[in-house]
């Protein structure tokens, strides 16, 4: 099953299977329209436990936890992207599971994604397939350097990435992403990355969020700044796109399409997001509408809001240490502070994030 | 102990003393700060179990609950003004309680609250209070009619009140009301009905929202709307008393104050609420904070945000099978939907509401 027969009524019990800070926000959002969570996740102790009732600390492997969380909720659906499609495979015939599971075959595979968007017509970098330290080699001279090999499944952050520069020897950057099949893409000077943020709801309406500028340190999304500072013919395209991948999909609920801008205005795919992402957080405080309520809204079969941006509007990821220096937030007029309740200030870990609106 | 020795850290746990869904808001706010919640409520079920991870159902009587409860905190506030004032007296020694459990001595006694604010300078309807039938006679003699009858403890949305027009007998409003101490208060010829929502943090800093204009039926609050159809002069009257109110309590957190306005633009207040309040609904999406994190900041010892209102704003409250009509309003551009997760509709309960938000 992959929609539910019909709208689900409040009251009603939506599965999430993840518990990181995109399940706990998921779930503050669902609580707001008169719904309960269950989140399912293998961890012990993580931000989205707190704000629900129901939670099932399992494996995804384990298949009686998840035959009793099928039993128990009305609809499941997905935090992060990298959820085993075998778990997928065993919620989907007992229980509806929103987006369909499919994507996920999809956008787990970097070479998968690119072949889809390329499919459809729309750019990407050129890339390459490959499995073996001569397919680099050979991959090298047709798509020429710097380059960026990545492994071709469960990356994120920059993780399982090596950048090839001039002088890089093929080989260390083989060993790098831990010599496995791979996705060899040209390194694309562009000029600006953007993203859009979709809803899609099982009738085919599509509601996208304002096209949104993203500025990443160490492969981290540091800063995101709405509206993009693009023409409006280039926004209108890449709103285009991410319609296009949407209905292709046949998909059921939020995801991301990040891309890049380049000099000249043409947009390049980067990669897709099947589920709510951090370039969509300003909409908690920036838009009528934020992407966590559009996420549920259409696992859950109720029509989709028209998202109305509040005004120009930032959004500051808190990373690490510097969740420290919230303090310094809280008095700054028209500042949102969103603190994710993670225990363990480790570098690189999201730990909160800063919202700004100011009068367009 | 009525304030914490120092501000919260994120990952503290605040205690919430009742249920509904003003326990239920406080807790989504406090999440969004990064804080748990535990919830104590004598209910079997109710809206604030579901977004919380810890709860308590027990009496409020019920010692061994309360200091279990009171260990797992690290500040206890409460969403309603009925908790037994034992019950507050038992938690304080043990952990800080705000506000401080004296203001409800005050609010939850008519007269007492009355005298409070008559006190100040600040006007009032005439009122007697009375614990005789013989009493209410004579009163009625002082107050003229028509007048409106009420006990002087635990009344809310127009229960335990009795009209007394030109011929009621004033034996037959004595039934009606349980012959019990009680309060006549002459009846208002007033043009509007407004409340200030205002915060108050442990540095004496106040924070009020705008004023809100309030439409009540049957006694329940169905519509408020801000900024209030009143003069500039009044509005900041009103602000200052409320302030005015809330420095002489030596308050910490969210309190709302009632008040008439009568045609020549008097004041006169009508009731004070020591929490978060239906009238300030509006602020979780008209206004850049809302009144329950402005709340949870207060009891947390963190500083108080200064709010800016986002525009015109109506609040609708979803009263009893209203709540059934509420997908008319899911795509209505700028509406907000919140739905408190109750199971059973009954006449006159608080199902849900709606925000609107309309540019200025």
Not at 16 to 43: E, N, T, V, W, Y
Not at 51 to 75: H, I, M, P, S
Not at 322 to 338: F, N, Q, S
């Amino acid at each position: 099953m992959s929609v539910p027969a019909t709208a689900l009524e409040p009251g009603a019990t939506i599965g999430i299977l993840g518990s990181g800070q995109l399940g706990r926000m998921l779930a503050l959002a669902a609580a707001q329209l008169g719904f309960k969570c269950h989140i399912f996740a293998p961890d012990r102790d993580s931000p989205a436990f707190d704000v629900v009732r129901e939670t099932t600390r399992a494996a995804y492997g384990d298949e009686q936890a998840l035959a009793d969380f099928a039993e128990n909720v009305d609809v499941v659906t997905y935090e992060f992207e990298n959820i085993p499609a075998e778990t997928a495979a065993f919620l989907a015939p007992r229980v509806p599971v929103l987006p369909d599971p499919k994507v996920l075959a999809t956008t787990q595979d970097r070479v998968a994604e690119k072949d889809f968007i390329t499919g459809l017509g729309i750019g990407t970098a050129p890339y390459a397939a490959l499995a073996t330290s001569a397919e680099l080699s050979a991959a090298l001279d047709r798509i020429g350097r710097p380059a960026v090999l990545k492994t071709r499944r469960f990356g994120y952050d920059g993780k399982g990435q090596a950048a090839i520069a001039k002088d890089t020897a093929a080989e260390t950057a083989w060993q790098e992403v831990g010599a496995q099949p791979s996705i060899l893409e040209a390194f694309v000077r562009f000029d600006r990355e953007v993203s859009v943020v979709a809803a899609r709801s099982a009738d085919g309406t599509v509601e996208c969020f304002d096209l949104t500028e993203n500025e990443h340190h160490d492969h981290i999304l540091k800063v995101s700044r709405v509206p993009a500072a693009v023409s409006d013919s280039t926004a209108r395209e890449a709103l285009r796109i991410a319609e296009t991948i949407a209905h292709r999909f046949d998909y059921v609920g939020v995801l991301a399409v990040e891309m890049f801008v380049l000099r000249d205005g043409t947009l390049l795919v980067n990669e897709i997001a099947p589920r709510v992402h951090n370039s969509g957080h300003w909409t908690l405080d920036g838009a009528s509408v934020s992407q966590f309520e559009q996420h549920i809204r259409a696992v859950a079969g109720w029509p989709l809001a028209k998202p109305i941006r509040k005004g120009r509007v930032e959004m500051i990821n808190l990373i690490g240490h510097e969740v420290e220096g919230y303090r310094k937030w809280l008095t700054v007029p028209g500042a949102a502070v969103h603190l994710y309740g993670k225990a363990a200030i480790r570098p690189g870990r999201k730990m909160g994030h800063v919202t700004r609106v100011f009068a367009d």
